[in-house]
């Protein structure tokens, strides 16, 4: 069994630093950030002042845990531009966080900002398998959302070419891949679903296509996910994260060993905590990222809360990168379900649904209360083929599918089997959750 799968391939050196010299790194640059936001970002020279901490009591790598946290309400106080560290006309780019409701967060990059985000996405790029011969398909939004820009900056660094397609259109994206033979695609899993989906139904053989690498983020997802579009599409998936608060994707992204995801380091310092008591987890518990960028010029954010719930490792990669790397994110606290108690991720309902034959990975979930207590309804498509018209059939495989969803969340929940291609489709990030409980306190 070979240790890759693809070649291994590190587009800088930086990522194999010894980790002594990358902690040196990771301090001075943290040093250089604080002296800058305290000077230049009043809601920082408010929160230092307060906490009597200055650049100069940052002795060690180790005095980042006595900084105050910045959250997403926090950037939302000072909406638009009050976390700005740079004069207005050093501004090249402003993005915006993807908000379900409201004025978005507004997030702004220098020119130096950028030259680094393209460096970042390029280095995921590559170690996920991308070449500049390919050509890449891009089906991110170009817009406010970081994913078209960044990952076009990143292929544009690698050299390869870009097909700029953004998100949907799903029968042009098809025939762009069939006339221009993308080599690979960028888009959320979800996306990525719903174009598989469009070329079994349109009767396309994959093997006719070029596509051999996929690059996804931008939401969560599952190993379950990932197996079922790589076997649609035959191609080799590799997983990338990152976040508008922070930069946009680039954060941390997948190698050719795809043992969780390369946090860069040498830009931005990783902790994960307890939500709760904000206490540091052990390696390999969950807990939530909170990021502190410690080379972003334009509007750097120091302990950021990311509500992302994941893992980190410390243990070195076959690869040869030293960098910590970080599990799929499990969940974000907001999406996390309580459930007559009982603390639910959607990503668990989809791990239990994918490991059911005939089931298929289009489903949504829908919470309601209509008394006093939660009911969870799971719609699910399953595939042609399950479809029967004896009741028992239908019954079982809703039994089997309920059982597999007790077992890796310990909930019960009624299921509903729905015919093929009958739910919605997505082209960027999936809504998968309805929740119709009316949870106003009284
Ligand atoms: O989604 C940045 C991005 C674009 C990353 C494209 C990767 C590819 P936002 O719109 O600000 O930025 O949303 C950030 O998306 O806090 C996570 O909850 C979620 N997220 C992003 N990537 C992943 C991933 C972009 N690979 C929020 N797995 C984050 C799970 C992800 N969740």
Aim: with cysteine; aromatic share 8%; glycine share 8%.
């Amino acid at each position: 069994m070979t240790k890759f799968l693809y070649e291994n391939r590190i587009w800088d050196k930086v990522e194999t630093l010894p980790l002594d010299e990358l902690r040196q790194l990771q301090w001075e640059r943290l040093r250089q950030t604080v002296a800058r936001v305290v000077e230049r970002v009043p809601f920082y020279k408010k929160r230092f002042g307060e906490a009597k901490i200055t650049a100069d009591t940052i002795r060690s790598l180790d005095d980042l845990k006595r900084l105050p946290m910045t959250t997403k309400a926090d950037l939302r106080d000072h909406y638009p531009l009050g976390f700005l560290a740079v004069p207005r006309e050093e501004v090249l780019r402003y993005h915006g966080s993807s908000g379900t409701t409201g004025k978005p967060t507004m997030v702004a990059y220098t020119r130096n900002d950028i030259d680094v985000w393209s460096h970042l996405c390029a280095r995921f790029l590559i170690g996920g398998g991308l070449q500049p011969h390919h050509t890449v398909q891009i089906a991110f939004g170009y817009g406010l959302f970081t994913g078209g820009f960044g990952l076009h900056y990143g292929v544009e660094k690698v050299g390869a070419a870009i097909i700029p397609a953004a998100s949907g259109n799903t029968k042009r994206q098809i025939m762009l891949m069939q006339d221009i033979q993308s080599d690979a695609l960028v888009c959320t899993p979800s996306y990525a679903l719903t174009i598989a989906d469009a070329i079994k139904h349109e009767g396309i053989d994959p093997g006719s296509l070029a596509l051999k690498y996929a690059f996804f983020g931008g939401e969560a997802w599952t190993e379950q996910m990932r197996e079922s579009i790589e076997s649609d599409l035959g191609i080799f998936a590799s997983n990338n994260y990152g976040l508008s608060e922070v930069i946009g994707p680039g954060v941390s992204g997948e190698c050719a060993a795809r043992d969780g995801m390369h946090f860069q380091e040498d830009h931005f310092i990783v902790e994960c905590l307890d939500p709760d008591t904000l206490e540091p987890v052990a390696d390999g518990e969950p807990g939530e990222l909170v990021i502190t960028a410690i080379t972003k010029e334009a509007m750097p954010v120091i302990r950021y809360r990311t509500r992302d719930i994941a893992r980190l490792y410390s243990e070195p990669c076959l690869c040869g990168r030293t960098t910590t790397r970080m599990s799929r994110v499990i969940g974000r606290s907001d999406d996390m379900m309580i459930i007559r108690g009982v603390n639910v991720y959607p990503s668990q309902i989809e791990e239990a649904l994918l490991q059911i034959e005939g089931v298929t990975p289009h489903y949504e979930i829908e919470l309601t209360r209509p008394k006093t207590l939660d009911i969870v309804t799971v719609r699910v498509e399953i595939t042609p083929d399950q479809l029967s018209d004896k009741l028992s059939d239908m019954a079982q495989l809703k039994d089997v599918i309920s059982e597999a969803i007790m077992q890796v969340t310990g909930i019960h929940t009624h299921v509903d089997l729905m015919p093929p291609r009958s739910l919605q489709r997505f082209e960027g990030k999936a809504a998968r959750i309805n929740d119709l409980r009316d949870l106003k306190v009284e």
